[in-house]
């Protein structure tokens, strides 16, 4: 199983800290570092240092790191045209010697919209499928060759779809929870397909969901990769472990309800359940930012038990 590093930078971290994390999860042999795409913190708390543009940051941790994965889970379609976004994709990739993935997404917080001036439409997944249309379209495009799309919500015309990603495909990663048009949509595009904080019980379902979308267009449903993000609190033992919980505002109960959490022993068992619903990869959503000993203890207790 890939254990991958989550965060969630709106909630208050410098590229800095982002760096850090990124650094020390590259370290501790995690498989990638992935981050939110959002400029507004949800909830009371302090606003400070402000957001990061998802694209600028990971460019930034392309040329700072060597081997670990980067991306975005999930990029918002509402923030970037498809065009733009495909060329800037394509770049980071080449400044990471290949290492991006693209996770792409409706997006949801309406507030952080008004906050920035970014239009934000009631029906966005039409957005989204377009942009998915467009930017697969844009990659695959032979060099020396035109490119063009002229659907409801973009039209490009003779594009020389430049630059080309290092990767052939570049990976590509869509989620959510929707029972048929959000499964289709995988089975079209994914590598891979991620349910974000689902109700535990309600993971089998939507994998299979998946997997029938694939059968339904002739697709190997084992070729798209099932996985999961969920908030992770993992502390040595009880003590440490309700420490942790408290810092991201939870409590023990809550988080071993929800997420991944516990003692290391409960966290592989855990994990071990997971891989047997036929998950392969797991984005740990680590909240405390600056706990990187968190990141230490689950390389050292829980990952060499599900790797």
Known sequence: MDLRIFIEPQLGASYDTQLALARRAEDLGFDAFFRSDHFLRSGD????????????????????????????????????????LAVQVAQVDAMSGGRVELGLGTGW????????????????????????EIITGMWATP????????GPHYQLTDSPALPKPVQDPLPIIIGGGGPRRTPALAAR???????????KEQIPEQRDRVRAACEEIGRDPDSIVQSLALTTVVGADDAEFAHRAAAVGSTPERMRAHGIAGTPGEVVETLQGFAEQGITRVYLQCLDMTDLDHLDLIAEEVMPHVG
Do not use: C
């Open 45 to 84: 708390g302090d606003p400070l240092p402000g957001p990061t543009d998802s694209w600028i940051t990971l460019a930034g941790l392309a040329r700072e790191t060597s081997t670990i994965r980067l991306g975005t889970l999930v990029t918002s379609a509402t923030f970037r045209l498809p065009g733009m």
């Open 189 to 199: 595009f994914a590598h891979e397909f991620n349910q974000a904080f689902p109700a």
């Open 109 to 132: 917080m309406a507030a952080e919209h008004t906050a920035y001036g970014v239009p934000f439409p009631a029906k966005r997944f039409g957005l989204l499928e377009e942009q998915l």
């Open 143 to 150: 060099v020396g060759e035109r490119f063009s799309h002229d």
